[in-house]
């Protein structure tokens, strides 16, 4: 099977590789370990001292997953030993190189899907490397005068020759600086286009002190049909792309205070902003974040262009209280007189347990689980939360919730996938989500965690042909009877993929991606039985010929 290269986001709690590091570190050998050794190669030449990465599980963004690496030698070559049995993401870190085989991936960290088996000398793997295409520029406003810390952006035309905006893994590249100019680095081959400003009807734009201009693709036009492609080849470099912003906007401001909805006395010290409102009601985007640290309670929001938004504060787990979102409409002239009211909320109560054990460093290990909510009410407003943590007897407080329909439960410690959420109870009796009441105050909740050994170990055949070059899959996984996914994984090179930490019972496994631009058959899937402290195999074949494979 040839490689799969786009790397997708991944529900999975990886593992803490602590012990491993620490193994590696002694000489000591774990048990049910494999290596993996290769080449790093730039434009087709072996390339020394190159660092290569090693990283299990998916989220990799958290600093407490630690990583194994190592460096190219004179010839290009690496290789990694004592390496714990498990589903990783390999990476060569070479900022302004590009690697074919993960164009497409919307992670912002890259990396190749592999999964090492105990015992398994895994050898040949190739990273080739290819030096990225730059773009150069620089942005002046109508009178030459250059725009400072102005927010590009940057599209890549697809097979269609429709603008797609491009994600790029370093977003401060897309800065200007204090002249006005940029450089964007590290760009795979292509077509593209680039442009500062607001789109018509948005806000939180481009801004030089408080104005306002409207989207402008390089060099000189609002109409993206009518903006210069950007022709890239790999490593080339495309100079003198200017762009100049004539069409300013005509803004607005927005004004009011922020009471306590008891009292009606002003609040101070309140984090406050205002954000699009879409037509369906959703919440659209952040635009002017502010405090308010005086007594009076004030709110104010500038650089505003036509259209619906609504006030609001920003949330976070540790505040008590909340706010409705407060709608208004900008129109042709600046709004006042708005109101944003705080309320005092609701709380969640209880205590995390292990069902089944009374091991106490399974208990302990319980207890870096973290809680998470999820809140389902009609209100716009965001919230910055964080996944609560469980104090040292098991328990644990939700505060200041708003009023709805909310779910509890608790994600696995990032150092054991293995610690699985099963059920939430109130008085003995499982509760799928809680119609909270304003203000009100739920005590009694037991969050069952149970200590997980199931193993599900996949293959991925193909018949009547083969995946293209960059073919992408994804196994997702989900209890019998359930129709919302437990976890999702990336297929490796050669058609394998791992998934940990199951509960004992009845599991439906399906298949996902896509054959280069043609769409993979539907309804590849296969319902397994996991039993505690077994491997169960599993295979799901893929049948180019068929249109679908539902059953």
């Known amino acids: 099977m040839h490689y799969l290269n786009r790397i997708l986001s991944s529900l999975l709690i990886a593992f803490s590789l602590a012990v491993s590091t620490h193994a590696l570190q002694s000489g000591t050998k ?3 370990t494999g290596s993996l050794a290769g080449r790093v190669l730039i434009d087709g030449k072996p390339q020394a001292n190159v660092t290569v990465v090693l990283q299990q599980g998916r989220r990799r963004m958290t600093t407490l997953i630690p990583e194994m690496k190592t460096t190219t030698d004179s010839e290009g070559n690496f290789k990694i030993e004592k390496v714990p049995a498990n589903d990783y993401l390999l990476n060569a870190l070479t900022p302004g190189f590009v690697n074919p085989a993960e164009l497409g991936s919307i992670l912002p960290e890259k ?9 398994e000398e895994l050898t040949g793997i190739e990273i080739a490397l290819k030096r990225g295409a730059v773009i150069t520029g620089r942005v002046v406003d109508g009178n030459h005068q250059p725009l400072i ?5 940057l599209y890549k035309l697809d097979e269609k020759g429709e603008a797609q905006y491009f994600y790029i893994n370093n977003p401060r590249m897309l800065l200007t600086d204090d002249r006005g100019e940029y450089r964007l680095y590290g760009l795979p081959a292509g077509r593209y286009k680039i442009g500062l400003g607001a789109k018509p009807g948005m806000t939180a734009a481009t801004r030089y002190g408080v104005n306002l201009y409207q989207l402008t693709y390089h060099p000189d036009t609002t109409d993206v049909m009518k903006a210069e492609i950007i022709e890239l080849g790999d490593g080339e470099e495309a100079t003198n792309i200017d762009i100049k912003l004539s069409h300013k906007l005509k803004t607005y401001t927005a004004s009011g205070r922020i009471i306590d909805a008891a009292t009606g006395k002003p609040v101070a ?3 406050y902003f205002c954000g699009l409102v879409r037509p369906t009601g ?4 952040m635009v002017s974040p502010a405090m308010n640290p005086t007594g009076r309670g004030e709110m104010f929001f500038e650089g505003l262009t036509p259209g619906r938004y609504a006030a609001m504060i920003l949330n976070t787990n540790d505040s008590e209280t909340y ?27 209880g205590a995390v347990v292990v069902e089944g054990t009374d091991d106490p460093q399974i208990l302990a290990l319980a207890q870096q689980a973290r809680i998470w909510q999820r809140t389902k009410n009609t209100d716009p407003t965001p919230s910055i939360w964080h996944p609560r943590p469980i104090a040292a007897d098991g328990s644990f407080k939700l505060i200041g919730l708003r009023p709805g329909k909310i779910e509890i439960g608790a994600d696995s410690p990032f150092n054991n996938k293995r610690i699985a959420y099963v059920r939430t109870e109130h008085n003995g009796v499982e509760v799928k989500e809680f119609d909270v009441k304003a203000g009100e105050q739920i005590t009694g909740i037991r969050i069952v965690m149970v200590y997980a050994t199931g193993v599900i170990r996949g293959t991925v055949k193909v018949e009547n042909g083969s995946l293209a070059e960059n073919a992408r899959l994804w196994a997702m996984i989900r209890r019998a009877g359930e129709t919302k996914t437990r976890s999702m994984t990336e297929v490796d090179a050669r058609g394998r993929f791992v998934i940990e930490g199951l509960v004992a019972g009845e599991y439906e496994i399906l298949l ?3 054959n280069g631009n043609k769409p993979l058959p539907r309804g590849i899937k296969q319902t397994v039985t996991v039993t505690n402290d077994a491997e169960t195999p599993v295979t799901l074949v893929i049948n180019l010929e068929a249109k679908n494979q539902d059953k």
């Open 269 to 271: 010290n309140v984090q």
């Open 30 to 32: 774990p048990a049910g």
């Open 512 to 514: 996902y991606g896509d």
């Open 149 to 153: 810390e102005a927010w590009l952006q």
């Open 323 to 349: 706010a409705e979102a407060a709608p208004f409409d900008i129109k042709d002239e600046d709004v006042q007189g708005l109101e944003l009211k705080i309320y005092r909320g609701a709380s969640i109560s």
């Open 111 to 119: 990396g190749r899907p592999v999964v090492i088996n105990a015992g």
């Open 282 to 285: 959703e919440y659209g985007g």
